[in-house]
């Protein structure tokens, strides 16, 4: 059998691997990972194990039994696609089968790198070193609000640290939600005693304080700074793969990408989705796990001559926030009517996006039992009376 080399032992690399030995794949498996630690789920961070609640989140899998040799720490620098190698390190490793999964690396806030207590929260590491900030109750500075930002401000106002959010647009998730949606959220950092700044931004973080551009300084034991994160795609560069213009490697509905033998998963590949008729790039934990079984089942068929597999799923992601669990469903981004079910400045509500009468999204604060239901509505492409979808007391499933 051909030998499948995975690059990243994230979520998405580790997951194929995994996928590949269920599927009854009984080549060779090699998972090889940047960072020094046993492969870890990512979500805890900002959570559980940011407050100490966990000491790590390393994923229960038997590699050794599933016969998957890790290499960790080490990082793979190239891809020569037509000699089928990788250049790492400690040399270079041949492939048959490459998975690219190497996720994404958090943007930085330009000036601020390197620089004393200026934070980014994507590894193990990272939250590490935010810990003792916690337990230290510094003041903190988290610059931007969108899902990062709100789940570091949510844990440190736990820990009793003073929180200052710095959001350079109106309001938080400014670039995924709209306006009337993420309009109650911004209560939210009040009410567990944060301070929002909207419309306010960095000019520059000097030992101890951020320096707003409008002159306002803010005091800083430690700044985090959450702004979003792009494709860890660079090492890619002179390697011939195709990208698009946000990094990502562009893949197929089949995970393929434009090099033969090469697939890409997780957070650094985007696909064709036929489901909303555009590319999509998702930056989230279930499409790290979905993804890496199509690509398991495409890298079968490619030996089988069976059908190849599409990746095209409801996309869904949950957030735990201010002490609201928040999840969503599907896509909005063709929704021609939007919908609320109960009253966004209550405890419990959710918004409903529909499409010529057909559920295509789903927001649900509180209410778990509509985004179940939800969610196997969109996949089943349900077309909604929206009078009885703005009754919360009506079961999404009987609208
Ligand atoms: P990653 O998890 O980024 O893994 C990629 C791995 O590849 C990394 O370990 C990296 O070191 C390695 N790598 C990169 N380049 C190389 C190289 N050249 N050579 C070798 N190795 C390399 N999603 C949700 O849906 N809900 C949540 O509540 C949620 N919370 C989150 C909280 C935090 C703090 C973070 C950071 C993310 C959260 N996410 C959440 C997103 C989710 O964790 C990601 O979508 C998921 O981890 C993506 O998995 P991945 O394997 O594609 O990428």
């Not at 089928?84 to 048959?96: M, Q, R, S, W």
């Not at 957030?319 to 896509?331: L, M, T």
């Not at 009468?357 to 649900?364: E, K, R, T, Y």
């Amino acid at each position: 059998a051909r030998n499948v080399v995975v690059v990243g032992a994230g979520m998405a690399g580790v997951q194929t691997a995994v996928a590949l030995r269920e599927a009854g794949f009984t080549g060779p498996v090699t998972l090889i990972g940047a960072e020094p630690h046993q492969p870890y789920d990512r979500p805890p961070l900002s959570k559980a194990v940011l407050l100490g609640a966990a000491e790590d989140s390393a994923f229960d899998i038997d590699f050794e039994a599933l016969d998957i040799t890790l290499r960790l720490g080490l990082d793979v620098t190239a891809l020569r696609a037509d000699g089928h190698l990788l250049e790492t390190a400690e040399g270079p490793v041949p492939y048959d089968v490459l998975v690219l999964a190497t996720g994404a690396e958090p943007i930085t806030l330009p000036g601020t790198e390197g620089v004393r207590g200026v934070h980014l929260l994507r590894t193990l590491d990272d939250a590490a070193r935010l810990r003792p900030v916690l337990e230290r109750r510094h003041d903190v500075v988290v610059v931007g609000a969108g899902w990062i930002g709100a789940e570091f401000a949510t844990a440190a106002r736990a820990a009793g640290c003073a929180v200052t959010v710095v959001e350079a647009a109106a309001r938080p998730l400014a670039g995924t939600l709209p306006a009337e949606v993420a309009a109650p959220m911004a209560d939210w950092y009040a009410e567990s005693g944060a301070e929002l700044l909207t419309d306010a931004r960095v000019d520059r973080v000097e030992e101890g304080t951020v320096v707003l551009d409008d002159g306002r300084t803010l005091p800083a034991g430690a700044v985090v700074v959450g702004i979003g994160a792009r494709p860890a795609t660079g090492w890619l560069t002179g390697s011939g793969i195709e990208r698009g213009p946000d990094g990502s490697i562009t893949a197929d509905a089949s995970l393929r990408t434009s090099l033969p033998d090469v697939y890409a998963v997780g957070d650094c590949a985007s696909f064709p989705s036929a489901r909303y008729g555009e590319r999509l790039l998702i930056h989230h934990w279930d499409n790290a796990l979905q993804g890496p079984r199509t690509v398991a089942a495409a890298i079968l068929a490619a030996e089988s001559g069976d059908p190849l597999p599409v990746h095209d799923p409801v996309p869904y992601f949950w957030s735990e926030q201010f002490g609201r669990f928040v999840q969503y469903a599907g896509h909005h981004a063709h929704a021609d009517t939007l919908v609320w079910r109960g009253d966004g400045a209550g405890a419990a509500w959710s918004v409903c996006w529909l499409k010529a009468g057909a559920l295509v999204a789903v927001l649900a604060v509180g209410r778990p039992r509509d985004l179940a239901q939800g969610r196997r509505l969109i996949e089943s492409g349900a077309v909604l009376d929206p009078e009885r979808v703005a009754d919360p007391a009506v079961p999404l499933k009987s609208t």
